[in-house]
């Protein structure tokens, strides 16, 4: 049975299908068609405004490395410059190589790179160090939570550094399907009410973070990536099997079987949730540590890293004796005393 | 299990240890006399007695802080034949009577929903399940009445996308029902939340899985069981042989939907295991939901209510960028009438419904065309459901209907816009915009 023709030039063999509608392409209309659908994205969101300096979160994975390519391509019509910053979290072995992968990148593109290291603006702490120490007290999954706090403050300062006025990550519709699914499986309603938007505007001198993929699926920015031809790092971190995201992802999975729009449906869902006044997160007010946004004394980076220094990673997370049910009440007294504890130093 | 606190710290999921059995010597945890037969968490086993006062106590609980419900009100308890309905018309039963404190004050009726024609149920069973069903009916004080789906007349279309619902609705307004309780319980609320979550129903999960459903309008739907988990249905309907009736699940014809659901039921119950308080966690969430409609929305609170579900529209097309996402992916398989419709140029609607007398012949010559006209009054759930049907099954001509009317009624609306003057509280609101 022959190849049937793009449906968008008519011209071309059709080389693949989108993931979505099952609509047959060549590579390039497929391309362009992702190319436009990220420019639709970007203006109706009104995301990157004309001449502003973009810091590119850039981690040599797919994500990233896609979202570096498009907008590289859609620079001159959106009028906006371009930094790389990579953030070097010391995880040995796997951080090096994805970091040599953003350096080839950032040369070929002839794009300036900043790598920002864990090592240097967290008083030595590498993400092997805080594992090793969470690892002492038999719960090696809070690792991620750490690296997930300190990564967006690392991010926060590489693009101060390069002075960029917005941050992108590359972020897509699967990511954002997943963290909703996860909010909601843990309960997170704060973190739901915060989030759903195009990400966040800025509040209290934080720069403005978006996310261009948001609405792309991730069969298609691997597809992207290999139309054209795209070098990027692919394997997973070692602490990511521990983390509980992979129960939402293999629900998303399951999902998508059944419904190949699934992870649209819930990006859908997030925008238009609506919940009650009372759990919206305060006015974030500045860290008495460090200045960065805060809504409480001590900002959750601080918060963490106070509790490594003073060998007790559990305290800002959230130690407590478990009966077994959850105990919120609990949770939030200990962390409140964590904090307490730590302000009164 | 991995649950957050209310401040973004998040403690370390940490595997239960098992709960511990009634074992000998112990005692219930409330009284400290009874023989404990209950483990209702873990840790805590309950006598019977105890558990009884814990059961109803929620129940009552539940009625009283909401207070909804008021004396002599005509209330439509819908009875599925299941376990937590079935619960659910035992308390009230029991909280009518007498002797019980603090009476229950409203007027009951139950309506039992007979689906085994849907169900591709034999002619033997439904009857043997039906003799069941009123035998248990016979034995009660209050009226009942039982619909099966050929009596009401409605199509298999919605019955598949919203299923019972129109039907105890339709009850409900013939003999001045003013509510409708159903029996879902903590768990299948959970499940219901994230399937719907799922489903692209962001919005509405409130009315989906909140205590209150409003969107009928003159009939309220309340869910006096969201408490009362699965397991508490069960262990309470078998100290106190609370009578069900067995009914197979409904073969529904919308195979996406459906899979949806259990899929996230199977979920739900292997994380569960693993983490205890996944399904109090996910209810106790979907009580901080609200409803309110977006503050963006165009068309203000007051907007147009989707076709199906009777929820307010949560397409705008303007700025959404899912909505975007849908259109693309869908644009290269409707056809031109329908692309015109989403754009939202106006075609003049046919005056006549689906191609009958009167039919302007050009626009909708075919039952087919009278699709987009539909589709731009679905919520985005619903157009996405509409898309999993066999694509031969007509519309309902109520639901045409309706969807011609709408049209009509926006078109007439525009034509004579321009001659309409405003009042000057109008006028204020859109200089200030």
């Known amino acids: 049975m022959p190849a049937p023709t793009c449906a968008s030039c008519h011209a071309a063999r059709a080389a693949l299908r989108r993931p979505r509608s099952g609509q047959a392409l060549c590579g390039p209309c497929f391309c362009s068609a992702f190319e436009a659908e990220v420019l639709h994205t970007v203006v109706a969101g009104r995301l990157l405004p004309p001449g502003a300096v973009v810091a590119v979160g850039a981690s040599g994975g797919k994500d990233s490395t896609v979202l570096a390519h498009v907008l590289r391509e859609l620079a001159p019509r959106l009028d906006i410059t371009l930094r790389l910053v990579a953030v070097d979290e010391g995880i040995s072995g796997y951080r090096d190589a994805a970091l040599a992968a953003v350096r080839r990148q950032a040369a070929r593109w002839e794009l300036p790179l900043t790598v920002v290291a864990y090592e240097d603006l967290f008083g030595g702490w590498t993400m092997d160090a805080v594992a090793r120490s969470t690892a002492g007290t038999g719960r090696s999954r809070s690792c991620c939570t750490f690296c997930g706090v300190l990564r967006r403050r690392a991010l926060e300062e590489g693009a101060r550094l390069v002075g960029a006025t917005h941050i992108v990550t590359g972020h897509n519709a699967d990511d954002v399907a997943e963290t909703v699914l996860m909010n909601f499986l843990r309960g997170d309603a704060a973190r739901l009410a915060r989030g759903g938007g195009l990400g966040s505007p800025g509040e209290g001198g934080a720069l403005p973070r978006c996310r261009p993929l948001q609405f792309a699926s991730q069969k298609e920015v691997v597809l992207y990536a290999h139309f054209r031809r795209l070098d990027y790092f692919s394997e997973e971190c070692v602490y990511a099997p521990e983390a509980f995201r992979g129960h939402a992802r293999d629900l998303l999975k399951l999902l998508e079987a059944a419904r190949p729009t699934a992870a649209l449906d819930l990006v859908h869902s997030a925008e238009r949730l609506a919940l009650a006044p009372a759990v919206q997160p305060p006015r974030p007010g500045a860290c008495s540590r460090c200045g960065a946004l805060a809504s409480r004394a001590l900002c959750q980076a601080c918060a963490l890293l106070d509790g490594l220094d003073r060998g007790r990673p559990r305290l800002a997370i959230g130690e407590r004796e478990h009966r077994g049910g959850a105990d919120v009440q609990g949770t939030r007294g200990r962390a409140q005393a964590a904090v307490q504890a730590a302000a009164a130093f | ?433």
């Open chain 2, 1 to 433: 299990m991995c649950q957050v606190g209310e401040d973004y710290v998040d403690p370390p999921p940490r595997e239960c240890p098992p709960a511990p059995r009634p074992g000998r010597g112990q005692k219930c945890v409330k009284c400290k006399e009874g023989k404990p037969v209950v483990a209702v968490r873990a840790g805590d086993a309950f006598c019977r007695d105890c558990f009884k006062a814990f059961y109803i106590h929620k129940f009552r609980a539940m009625l009283g802080k909401n207070r909804l419900i008021f004396p002599g009100e005509k209330v439509l308890l819908a009875w599925s034949g299941g376990p937590s309905s079935s619960s659910m018309v035992w308390q009230v039963l029991e909280g009518l009577s007498q002797h019980s404190a603090k009476r229950l004050r409203f007027v009951p009726g139950v309506v039992y929903v007979d689906e085994g024609a849907v169900c591709g149920q034999s002619l033997e069973d439904r009857a043997k399940t039906l003799a069941e069903v009123q035998q248990i009916l016979c034995s009660i004080s209050f009226p009942w009445h039982v619909v099966s789906l050929e009596e009401a007349q409605m199509t298999s279309i919605t019955w598949l996308l919203c299923p019972r619902s129109h039907l105890i609705l339709h009850v409900a307004r013939a003999h001045s029902y003013s509510k409708v309780m159903t029996g879902d319980s903590c768990t299948r609320l959970a499940i219901k939340l994230m399937t719907n979550l799922a489903l692209g129903r962001g919005a509405f999960l409130a009315w989906d899985t909140g205590f209150s459903d409003e969107r009928y309008g003159d009939v309220v739907v309340v869910r006096p069981m969201r408490d009362h988990t699965l397991k508490e249905v069960a262990f309470y309907n078998r100290l106190f042989a609370v009578p069900s009736v067995f009914t197979p699940a409904v073969d529904t014809k919308a195979p996406e939907k459906a899979s949806i659901h259990r899929l996230m039921e199977a979920f739900v119950h292997r994380l569960q295991a693993q983490f205890p308080s996944t399904v109090s966690t996910v209810y106790r969430t979907s009580e901080k939901l609200a409803k309110a409609p977006r503050e963006s929305c165009a068309e203000g609170p007051q907007g147009p209510r989707c076709l199906l579900c009777l929820c307010t529209l949560d397409i705008d097309a303007a700025d959404s960028a899912t909505a975007f996402g849908v259109q693309t992916s869908a644009l290269s398989q409707m056809p031109p009438s329908t692309l015109q419709a989403e754009a939202g140029i106006p075609t003049t609607p046919c005056s006549a419904v689906g191609g009958g007398p009167g039919c302007c012949g050009k626009a909708c010559g075919r039952e087919g065309d009278s699709q987009p006209q539909v589709i731009k009054q679905l919520c985005y759930s619903c157009r996405a459901n509409m898309k999993d049907l066999p694509s031969l099954d007509p519309l309902p001509p109520y639901i045409l209907a309706e969807a011609q009317l709408r049209s009509q009624r926006a078109w007439v609306m525009q034509d004579i816009q321009e001659y309409l003057i405003k009042d000057s509280a109008d006028e204020a609101e859109t200089t200030e915009s």
